[in-house]
């Protein structure tokens, strides 16, 4: 089979267990490339391909209802991946029309697919024969997305911003969310030494990596250094240094998997002497937490425990510290996981906040007077973040809100701008280069008398 027929396969397979088996993109992406015989360019353009179709997909739709006269969801899944796949080659890669249009038919028939073989091939005919300028109308008259957002996001996005004072920025904000991010790599303190060049903005712990396979980088497969956004790190580092810890200091983090601030957690507890519980609900979850952590137990073997469990169940008065990094819709990392924008729907958010506000509630319980829990989620939307808050909040008077913004500015290495939202820290992709994670430190005020 010719490479470009070999790479277009790889695209076709990954985008089908994504739209019919409900895959991940970016796990099912690696794995399909590790298991392929594609160069590093051919790699490329089949990432460009999934990622790129993936992200573009309502405005493909917009394209492919107008050249069929048919809402895209009423073709069989084979025949809208194969469409969306060549569309985005006519449209939007460098790639000739006739080349999109033939490979794409080609497709079909090597797989079996011989009953859409003239549908693929007509309707690409037609994307290809109109000027690009004709179909970018098409695409901004549609009411059914915005830069390639559903419009249930595009609204909790605005609503957002509008929290920040920042609504005029909604379309530099989407538009983030369709570029791919660089990999960040985060160095656990005491284990690892961050190098001299590639520091990342804000995180002492941070590097970016320019390309490349981060699994070759000194660390990476030893877990003392670990793939991880710098917005992550920082939500970690909030709880960790807004005071210094101390020996016989107790942390918990309640919703820990797959162990990437828990390893920021345990690293900076190692170092004090600090323990560190870290609970997770999902078996499988609590599994990757153990392996994230493998290498801050080697050399501090009592300072981390690991359980499955629901951390919804208080554990009263017995902690300093807690991180609750709570179950949220992500759509802080619409550009780690393209499809999501597309699968979920604005149906999920109530049971979400549901899940938020029993742990919120736990967590606070959970902290001895004085103690200290940072309510973080990978999402800005305000039913899950500000309106969690305030619901919590409002019917104790034993927990203080602290100025968030004002403990992030005295972590990072350079100065930081435009994270403020109210007394919390809100990061954002187009601001900050980081996931939209949203912050908030309470205090649980000591007992009186």
């Not at 298991?35 to 353009?45: E, G, M, P, V, Y």
């Not at 992200?55 to 917009?62: H, K, N, S, V, W």
């Not at 900076?268 to 997770?280: D, K």
């Amino acid at each position: 089979m010719p490479k470009a027929s070999q790479s277009r396969q790889v695209v076709c397979d990954v985008l089908m267990a994504v739209t019919v088996n409900g895959a991940y993109a970016n796990l099912a992406l690696p794995a399909a490339l590790d298991h392929s015989t594609l160069d590093a360019r051919d790699r490329a353009f089949v990432t460009e391909l999934v990622y790129g179709s993936l992200r573009a997909q309502g405005e493909l739709d917009a394209v492919l209802a107008e050249a069929t006269r048919r809402d895209v969801a009423t073709l069989d899944p084979e025949a809208a991946v194969l469409l969306r796949m060549g569309a985005y080659q006519v449209l939007r890669m460098r790639v000739e029309s006739h080349a999109a249009v033939h490979e794409s038919v080609d497709l079909a028939k090597r797989n079996g697919l011989h009953r859409i073989s003239g549908l693929v091939n007509a309707v690409l005919r037609a994307v290809a024969t109109q000027p690009a300028e004709h179909w970018e109308r098409v695409i901004s008259q549609s009411t059914t997305s915005l830069v390639s957002h559903p419009a249930w996001i595009v609204r909790e996005i605005e609503r957002a911003l509008g929290e920040c004072t920042a609504t005029e920025e909604l379309t530099s904000a989407l538009e983030a969310h369709n570029v791919a991010p660089r990999v960040t790599l985060c160095h656990l303190p005491g284990l690892s030494t961050r190098p001299a060049e590639g520091h990342t903005p804000y995180s002492p712990l941070g590097t970016r990596l320019d390309g490349g396979d981060p699994g070759t980088v000194a660390g990476v497969a030893e877990k003392t250094v670990r793939v991880q956004d710098e917005g992550s790190q920082l939500a970690a580092l909030a709880l960790t240094r807004f005071a210094p810890l101390e020996e016989h200091d107790t942390l918990w983090d309640m919703c820990a998997g797959p162990g990437g601030k828990t390893a920021i957690l345990a690293s900076e507890a190692g170092a004090v002497g600090a323990s560190v519980l870290a609970t997770e609900i999902s078996p499988h979850r609590a599994g990757l937490v153990k392996d994230s952590t493998s290498a801050i137990v080697a050399s501090f073997p009592d300072l981390l425990t690991v359980e499955v469990g629901d951390a919804g169940d208080p554990r009263r008065d017995t902690f300093n510290r807690i991180l609750l990094d709570a179950p949220c819709s992500g759509l802080g990392a619409l550009r780690r996981r393209p499809e999501a924008r597309w699968v979920k729907s604005p149906d999920i958010l109530a049971g979400l906040v549901s899940i938020q506000e029993n742990l919120l509630r736990s967590g606070l319980d959970s902290l001895k007077p004085g103690g200290v829990l940072a309510y973080v989620t990978c999402s800005p939307v305000v039913d899950e973040t500000t309106g969690i808050i305030q619901r919590v909040l409002g019917d104790r008077g034993d927990v203080e809100v602290l100025d968030t913004p004002a403990v992030l500015q005295s972590i990072v290495d350079t100065p930081i701008q435009g994270h403020e939202r109210g007394r919390a820290v809100q990061l954002w992709t187009h601001r900050h280069g980081t996931d939209a994670m949203f912050i908030q430190l309470l205090r649980r005020l000591p007992s009186v008398g």
